[in-house]
Structures are given as C-alpha cells and as structure tokens.
C-alpha cells in the first residue's frame, strides 16, 4: 500500500458578506448549492469551521459534518483520512486500540473504495491536550501510526491500514454555524448558480476582518479526502480582474472568446468563465419593444502578484478587437475589465441590511439584484414593498405559475409549523378555496431559514397611492380610486365586507373571536382588477394580529398605527371596535381630501382628541371629552364637484363619525352595520 496520495481538491467561487444581526455580528459564506450536496451537508443543518479566529490569516475551513461540536475544551480536535484493507474485524480492531490511546471518535464516513481489496475512511475525533503536545501534525501522525502497528498481519507483518491525511483544528474554541434552508441565485457575475447561505457568528478580533457590510470573492478550494471546504478570501487582491462582455446582435461564427483569449498579456490566467446566450429588450434598438438576441461572457482573471497590468489599457484593446471582428462597436454593449475589488467595491456601496438580516441591496439599482433568493425552490425575491412592527413586505415572482405575488416575511414570529398552519387558517380560513374575494387570495405559506411567510396575491391597486394621500410611496404609480362617491361607497362595502370576515372567525369553542386586523388605514387597502373591474381588498394582516394564541406580539403592547388607533387600542380587552375606529379614520381621509380628522399640533403621532380622552380614562374626572369634531367633515376633491344633497352628505358624516366615537359603547358595533348604512345611503344618491 503507498502511503503517497494525492488530494482531490476542485475549486469553485462563493460570496462573503458580513453585517450585524440583533446586534451580533455575522458573517455570511454563499457556497454553491452542489457543493454542499457533494459533501453531505444538508439545508438547516451546523456545520463546523477552523481557522476563523486566526485574524491573521486569509482563509479557513469548513467542515462537512458537526460531530466535532461536542469536543471536550481539554482535548485538540483532529481529522484523518485512513485506507483500510477490507479485512474483517480491522476497523473494530483500530477503534479499540485508539480508545487506549483515549482517542475520541466524534464521526466516521466513507470517503471511497478502491476496488475490492481496500477503501477510505475519514475519521473525525480529538486528543487529549497535554500541555499542546497534539497541537502538531506530526505529533497527531506519529499517534496514528502507533495506532496502526497494532494491525499487523500476524503472519507477514504487512501493514493493515495506512494514513493518507491528517490535520489537527487551529483554534481551540469550535466554531458553529448554521446552513440556511433558503436557496439564492446570485446576480453576480461568474456567480450565477444556486446557493446555500452559511451564517457564521463571529466576535473578538475576526470582527476586524470584517467590515459591517463588506462584500468579498471568495474562492472555495473543496479538498474531498477531509471532506472540508478551503475558503480563501484574498481574492480582492489587485492581482484578480473581473472582465465582463456583453454584446447585441451577435450572430453564429463571432469568435468573441477566442478573441478576448488572444488579447489578454501573457500570465493573465482565466480563473473561470460564464458565457451564454439571452433575449432582452434593447433600449438603443429601433424598435425598443422587441425582444433582442444578445449575448454576454464573464470571466475571472488571475495575475501573478509580481505583474503590474494596466487594466485600462488592456479594456482599451479588447473593445478595439472585439468592435473589428464584430464590423460594428455598437454591438457592444458593455466591455469592462477591472480588478475585483473595483467591481465589489461599487456593489458594497449598494449594499444595505434589511429588517430579516439579508443583506439585499438598497440604494444602487445594480446592487438590488446582487441576492436573488428562490424561496421554497418556488418563488424569487426581487425587491422590498414595505414593512412595519409586524415584518417585511416583499415582491416575489412566482417560477411557478408565471407571476408577481407578495412574499410577507415575520422575522420576530417564534413559532413552529402546527402554529403558522393554525394562525393561517384562522386568517384566511380553512378552505382557500372558499376564501371570500375580498381578502387577498392566499397562494403559500412556509418557513425560510425559521422565518414564517405567506405568500398572497400582488395588487396593482392600493388606496394609499392616491396622488393626494400623505401616505404616497413616490417609487408606485399613484391611482385616481375612488373618483366618485358611488366608487367610494363599492370600496366601503367591500372593505367591510372583508373585516366581516375577519371578525366571524372563532378560536374555539367558547367562540372567542380569532382574528382581527389591527392596523386597518389606505396603505392596506387595495384592489385587484378581475373581469375589468376594481375589486377592492384588505390587505396586511394574518400572523400579526390574529390573537387568542398570538405569538407575534405582545398582548400589552398596542397594535396599529398611532394616527388611526383607538383609545381602547391600548388599553382593555382587544376587540373589533379597533378596526371599526381605524376604517372610520381611513374614511374620513377619503372623503376629505386626505386631511385626518385630529389635531396633531405638537407633531405627536397620537392625535391630541384621543390622547385627551385616554387622560379621562386614567383620571375619571372632569368633562368627557367631544372626541373628533363632526364640523370638520368637508367633502374633498374630487368628491365636492358631485351635486349632493345636504341631508345625504350630513348622513354620510353621522356614518363616519358613528365609526369615530371615543366610546367603544357608543361607536357602530359591527363591519356589517357599517356595510348596510352606507348601502343604504347609496340607494339615494342620483345615478
């Protein structure tokens, strides 16, 4: 048996970022998906690293396995690769001797088998710690083969078993991490694949190395006989040159890559390559409406650090070869050739952490789609909605079925799968299918790295964005619904027939009511278009506010947004009489040209009649305080160019207002008579 062995070792390229998450910093390592699969390592599984807290050092190791987690803090940890004769009892024979030598063995795989007569084993175990003599590799090789002179063959003295490879862990305290279970496709150039995330906490000095929102290349070295990972991030040397092409109109026989080869300097290695082909549309076509063939090669460049290249000049070159065999420089939509830390430097600029701790991109539109994940292999995240106190808004495209819909992440939910089923049921109801179609149709529900999502219909309609409205999100197209105070009254009766469904649900069977909004106001009502007419829905609620079992928030704190929240919000028992305060709020903004019907002078969130009427609450003295001012309800635009009796617009005011009262008593007491005055005070409007 030859004791020489070569290792087999394939290098491929991740992507490190770094951020602070719940104030922890945090590394994240973007390994291929493949990769992983290769060495055993499973979406939501620990995994184990070594030579992360050496801050002097520019790689370290991942480990394929998590037995090494459990070591004693007195013992060195170790792994060793050993080919073994397939010889019964062998194997039995070695674990007994080097339980002798309190060898301690945490996992043990095949790596190979080498014909009938031999196979690889990788062991995964630790020493005792005896004033640091294993800390060696040789110390560690010299205690195996000890181990191994026991296997002699009796009658030949031939050897049993034979160490190919050994390394003994760098740091003393074992590093954990965690394999997300989502999957990303990076937008990065030669990094488009699908990835696993590898969150990595890190403390004391390696948070040096890394910068709050760094953004690094990383070349992952994957060495099969110990089964790790060997991840190098010294790949933003100004030795590594990113070069990118990409080209319209490009017909069969361009030799574009041959080309590209023939120009770079001599030493310029290609580290590795991406070329293929795609249909866009052109914006510089004659007619930018049609798709276009175009087509775009990406490479990795490596220089010996001794050779100064001129990138600039090099890119100078390549465009004047690639223009000459293409007849025509405006095939060539891009051409760029920089070094690696230019390219990441312009990306981590870009780069921002959102409210889950994924570092998606904010500000630059080419940083956005740096972190594309494909949530549940189903739905990609393209870009942030929104987001308040309960979680984040997101717009996933649906692989699936071909379309946009809205991803909710809850990253403070701490529940489990029979929770999130329970609390979705109580939302939308048992049977989707049955779902009324004011409530926004229910398409998914899953876990992403523990995070609970639901997944609904996108509406291209939402109140808030009215051209007038306070609540405008300059980035959406702004909408002119309702135009008139029919359209006003078909979104009322909507809407209320939605909070009807929310307030019929039960918890149980003392018929405690399970669910109700919470935060009802024009930024969660929208509308879909369905047989060429608005249909207008309540949209943001679900895990937040469903109670009797809430596991979101807190049952003390108050819930809703303080400009359209009750005074019983905050205090006393949750009740359906919240949602009918804030709809009335939502209602009074409408109609009144976007004004809301408090005083809020002192710049308080909380308008001065409720905060005036919680202070009564606490004393119970004086004089009840009026509430909100009927004589402030002034019809707005375009609503005041309608031709209205007085009598219905003062019916439609006692409507409102009815929904405002400070009292909970005294307030109208359900969705459904709110839904029946205003069908009735329609019926007289002129039509």
């Not at 996992?107 to 014909?115: E, K």
């Not at 029979?418 to 049977?431: H, M, Q, W, Y």
């Amino acid at each position: 048996m030859s004791d020489y062995h070569r290792k087999a070792s394939v290098s491929h390229y991740g992507l490190i970022t770094s951020g602070r998450a719940h104030g922890e910093a945090y590394v994240d390592l973007f390994v291929p998906e493949l990769l992983l699969k290769q060495l055993e390592i499973r979406p939501g599984s620990k995994v184990i690293l070594q030579g992360l807290a050496d801050a002097d050092k520019d790689e370290f190791y991942l480990r394929a396995r998590s037995g090494l987690e459990t070591v004693n803090a007195a013992h060195t940890p170790f792994t060793a690769s050993i080919r073994f004769k397939n010889e019964p009892k062998i194997l039995a024979r070695f674990l007994a001797l080097a339980n002798e030598k309190e060898v301690d063995f945490k996992a043990i795989r095949t790596f190979g088998y080498r014909g009938t007569d031999e196979s690889d084993l990788v062991f995964e175990g630790s020493v005792p710690d005896r004033q640091h003599h294993f800390v060696y590799r040789q110390n560690l090789k010299t205690l195996l083969e000890q181990i191994l002179d026991g296997l002699r063959n009796g009658e030949n003295g031939e050897l049993q078993a034979t160490v190919i490879s050994h390394e003994v862990l760098r740091f003393k305290e074992i590093i954990k991490a965690d394999v997300g279970s989502t999957v990303y496709r990076l937008d990065v150039p030669v990094l488009r694949d699908r990835f696993l995330k590898v969150r990595i906490p890190v403390s004391g000095k390696t948070t040096e190395r890394f910068s709050e929102t760094q953004l690094t290349l990383a070349r992952l070295n994957v060495e099969f006989d110990s089964m790790t990972i060997a991840i190098k991030t010294d790949l933003g040397q100004k030795n590594t040159f990113l070069l990118v092409f990409d080209g319209r109109d490009l017909e069969e026989g361009y030799p574009v890559t041959s080309t590209i080869l023939k120009v770079l300097p001599d030493g310029v290695n290609v580290d590795a390559i991406s070329a293929y082909e795609y249909v866009a549309f052109d914006s510089e076509a004659d007619d930018p409406r049609q798709l276009k063939a175009m087509g775009r090669i990406e490479m990795l460049c490596v220089t010996p650090e001794l050779i100064e290249l001129d990138h600039a000049g090099v890119q100078r070159q390549l465009v004047a070869a690639i223009g000459d065999i293409l007849k025509d420089a405006k095939r060539i939509r891009l051409l760029r050739f920089e070094p690696v830390y230019d390219a990441f430097s312009r990306l981590q600029n870009g780069l921002a952490a959102n409210d889950d701790g994924i570092n998606l991109g904010a500000s630059e539109t080419s940083a956005v789609r740096v972190f594309n994940e494909a949530f549940n292999d189903r739905y990609v995240r393209l870009g942030r909605l929104g987001g308040g106190s309960s979680g984040v808004v997101y717009r996933y495209l649906d692989l699936q079925e071909r379309r946009m819909v809205a991803g909710k992440h809850f990253p403070d939910a701490r529940i489990g799968s029979a929770e999130l089923k329970t609390l979705v049921d109580r939302s939308f109801g048992p049977e989707p299918a049955k779902q009324i179609k004011n409530l926004p149709r229910l398409h998914d529900y899953f876990f992403a790295d523990s995070i609970p999502v639901i997944v609904t219909e996108l509406l291209p309609v939402i109140l808030g964005n009215h051209e007038r409205s306070p609540y405008r999100d300059e980035k959406v197209d702004s909408h002119q619904h309702p135009n008139t105070l029919r359209e006003f009254a078909q979104m009322a009766t909507q809407v209320c027939t939605a909070l009807e469904s929310l307030h019929s649900r039960r918890a149980d069977e003392t018929g405690a009511i399970a669910c109700l909004h919470g935060d009802v106001k024009p930024a969660n009502i929208g509308a879909a278009i369905e047989k060429g007419k608005l249909v207008w829905k309540l949209i943001d609620f679900g895990l937040a506010k469903a109670f009797g079992g809430d596991t979101t928030r807190s049952q003390d704190r108050p819930i809703g947004t303080p400009s359209h929240m009750s005074p019983d919000a905050g205090v006393g028992p949750r009740t359906p009489a919240i949602d009918i305060f804030a709809l009335g709020v939502t209602f009074f903004e409408v109609l009144c040209d976007w004004r809301h019907p408090g005083i809020q002078e002192d710049g308080s969130p909380y308008p001065a009649e409720v905060m005036q009427y919680l202070e009564y609450l606490k004393q119970k003295t004086g004089t009840v305080p009026s509430g909100y001012d009927p004589g402030t309800f002034h019809l707005g635009a375009p609503f005041n160019q309608e031709k209205v009796r007085p009598e219905l617009i003062a019916e439609l005011r006692d409507i409102v207002f009815g929904m405002l009262r400070m009292s909970v008593p005294e307030r109208i007491g359900s969705a459904t008579l709110i839904k029946e005055r205003i069908i009735s005070w329609a019926s007289k409007l002129k039509r």
